[in-house]
């Protein structure tokens, strides 16, 4: 984060690992991502190439929502609300 304008730059590799927490709706795909030996790691992944949904708006932003919190959760994020700091970890139990 620069401390200076309050932003965060995330790398390639974010946005690859971002991509496959959203399209990993399970426990068991998930881990998949973090294998380096599996075919879905997600440095594997390839953001150039197109991707298409079949799913509807609600999933969809489901998928978003759990793959962006699980992120943050496993990069050291914390989020806040009304002051409240909001233990993000409960994120994993949406993984089954």
């Given at each position: 984060?620069?401390?200076?304008?309050?932003?965060?730059?995330?790398?390639?590799?974010?946005?690859?690992?971002?991509?496959?927490?959203?399209?990993?709706?399970?426990?068991?795909?998930?881990?998949?991502?973090?294998?380096?030996?599996?075919?879905?790691?997600?440095?594997?992944v390839n953001l150039?190439?197109?991707?298409?949904?079949?799913?509807?708006?609600?999933?969809?932003?489901?998928?978003?929502?759990?793959s962006v919190i699980?992120?943050?959760?496993?990069?050291?994020?914390?989020?806040?609300?009304?002051?409240?700091?909001?233990?993000i970890s409960l994120?994993?139990?949406?993984?089954?």
């Amino acid at each position: 984060m620069d401390e200076n304008n309050n932003s965060i730059k995330l790398t390639e590799d974010e946005f690859r690992e971002i991509f496959e927490l959203f399209s990993s709706p399970s426990k068991f795909e998930k881990e998949q991502i973090y294998n380096k030996n599996n075919d879905h790691y997600f440095k594997k992944v390839n953001l150039n190439e197109e991707y298409e949904l079949t799913q509807s708006k609600k999933e969809f932003a489901m998928d978003a929502w759990r793959s962006v919190i699980a992120f943050l959760n496993s990069n050291g994020y914390s989020l806040f609300k009304d002051k409240e700091i909001i233990n993000i970890s409960l994120i994993e139990n949406d993984f089954i």
